[in-house]
């Protein structure tokens, strides 16, 4: 039931970010094209200008869209006049927790991807094929050792991270559901109180929150040469992966015991 | 024991109570029509034996279980109100339901939809409000569940919608199987019920066979239902 489920879900999804991620890496190539072409040209700056802000903001739709596609599909899906359908199918709450999650990170995994791409079409282009490999020399700055493990690890704590936040969101629009009007707003509200009593957690443990950790990754590791796990780093998965259990619970004991499909 | 039994089934919505401890014992093998004016409870009984709602007090049984997976896979249920995406097309949302539904029985569904006219690549939202309703039927009454939940399936249709709706509960339901149908509209279903519930007000003030009610009162339950909900 929850491949069905995810079947469904992720074309759901996908007739909604896909024309995105195409609109994004072909005005990549435009941009890179542009960029490699003559710059001697009188509408170089102009163009440069126009591809430059159509890229931020495709840049930026992707990003915003997959957050919004996310919680849409679980408000509309679950909670709104999609429920009737959904929710009569022969499927635990449990399946349907999962089918939105795993659907969840799929579609933030999809629009890392798209980035990376949409960042290689730009530069390619500029740099030459044959000076790729000399960039990603520099970007890991040489004297990183990454080992397979540090690699697996990263995955790891990027779906633990991902998937607990999504979660967050689902419990947050579960919870806004309990109150008869205005659900939607108070569903942000209690996403943003679920946010800060994370932080606050995460800070009386002397931890940084989860933004830093993603960050820390990226910064520290190439130039000591630190490895993935470190308690600094697996500190806050934990916390994410904890976090994540509650949301679940919350989640589930709502649709459960609270569902009120109107 | 019934299909569907429901004991001291209790809801409010806040304050308001919208069920006031139903009993009922409803035996498979019939068409039982649950009647009452608007608000008096019908679609709220039939979203908690779908699972759609929790119950303040009391449980509501289809086959033996609480609603979840298992009463799921054998309800068909047909809402009074528009849910399909509308961005699925008629041919998709047959392949969803064949998919999550065993029951399912396709080439019904597309004989159904050929007899309306209605194409496999039509989207739902390219419909009118009248289509999109029929092949909300369509693909309920495809099924061969052991349980139809019909809520308000006549109301908001044209007179000839509502003979082509009746026609099509009649002619395709699973003859082991209870359909119930909820409804206001009490002389256009009667010739068709062999049960007759009439709610009010959270409570089931009416429980029997249409016949003998008829034999009984010495009017068509139509009537009957008038004077018992007169304002």
């Not at chain 1, 009188?42 to 903001?57: E, Q």
């Not at chain 1, 919680?71 to 349907?96: C, D, M, W």
């Not at chain 1, 009386?204 to 130039?223: A, K, Q, R, W, Y």
Request: aromatic share 10%.
């Amino acid at each position: 039931m929850l491949g069905k489920l995810l079947k469904y879900e992720i074309r759901a999804v996908g007739r909604i970010m896909l024309p995105l991620y195409a609109a994004l890496l072909i005005l990549s190539v435009v941009f890179g094209a542009v960029m490699a072409s003559d710059q001697n040209m009188d509408m170089y700056k102009t163009i440069i200008a126009f591809t430059t802000l159509l890229l931020v903001l495709v840049f930026t739709i992707v990003a915003i869209m997959t957050l919004v596609t996310i919680v849409q599909r679980f408000n509309k899906n679950i909670y709104g006049s999609e429920g009737y359908l959904t929710l009569t199918v022969p499927a635990s709450i449990a399946t349907h927790i999962w089918n939105k999650t795993i659907s969840a990170l799929i579609w933030f995994f999809f629009s890392e991807i798209a980035g990376v791409f949409a960042l290689v079409f730009m530069t390619v282009p500029v740099m030459g094929v044959e000076n790729v490999g000399t960039a990603f020399e520099m970007i890991r700055k040489v004297k990183v050792d990454i080992t397979p493990l540090d690699v697996v690890s990263i995955i790891i704590m990027a779906v633990v991270i991902t998937g607990s936040l999504a979660l967050r969101i689902y419990a947050s629009i579960s919870v806004g559901h309990l109150v008869s009007r205005a659900q939607n707003v108070c569903g942000i509200a209690v996403f943003i109180g679920f946010t800060i009593v994370e932080a606050v957690i995460l800070n009386i443990f002397g931890l940084d929150s989860f933004t830093n950790v993603t960050m820390s990754i990226s910064d520290n590791m190439p130039e000591v040469g630190m490895h993935v796990l470190t308690p600094q780093l697996l500190g806050p998965c934990f916390f994410a992966l904890a976090f994540g259990a509650i949301y679940y619970v919350i989640t589930w004991g709502i649709m459960k015991y609270r569902l009120n499909l109107q | 024991m019934g299909i569907i039994q429901c004991n001291g089934l209790t809801k409010y919505y806040g304050a308001v109570p919208a069920l006031k401890g139903i009993d009922l014992d409803i035996e498979p093998g019939q068409i039982v029509g649950l009647l009452g004016p608007n608000g008096s409870g019908k679609t709220t009984f039939i979203k908690l034996a779908n699972g759609l709602l929790t119950p303040n007090g009391g449980e509501i049984r289809i086959n033996g279980n609480t609603p979840g997976p298992a009463t799921k896979s054998i309800v068909a249920y047909l809402p009074d109100r528009e849910f399909l995406p509308g961005y699925m097309k008629v041919g998709a949302l047959m392949k969803y339901y064949a998919d999550f539904f065993r029951d399912f029985n396709e080439s019904k569904a597309i004989e159904m939809f050929r007899s309306l006219g209605i194409q496999p690549d039509m989207t739902i939202r390219s419909m009118s409000k009248g289509t999109r309703e029929k092949v909300q039927l369509v693909l309920c009454m495809s099924r061969e569940a052991q349980v139809y939940l019909l809520d308000e399936p006549i109301g908001g249709v044209d007179p000839a919608a509502r003979d082509y709706i009746l026609r099509t509960i009649i002619s395709n339901y699973n003859p082991r199987a209870v359909v119930m149908i909820s409804t206001h509209l009490i002389s256009d279903v009667e010739s068709i019920l062999d049960d007759v519930i009439f709610i009010k007000e959270g409570n089931i003030v009416l429980h029997g066979k249409a016949d003998d009610i008829r034999a009984e009162k010495g009017m068509s339950v139509d009537a009957l239902f008038r004077e018992v909900f007169k304002c």
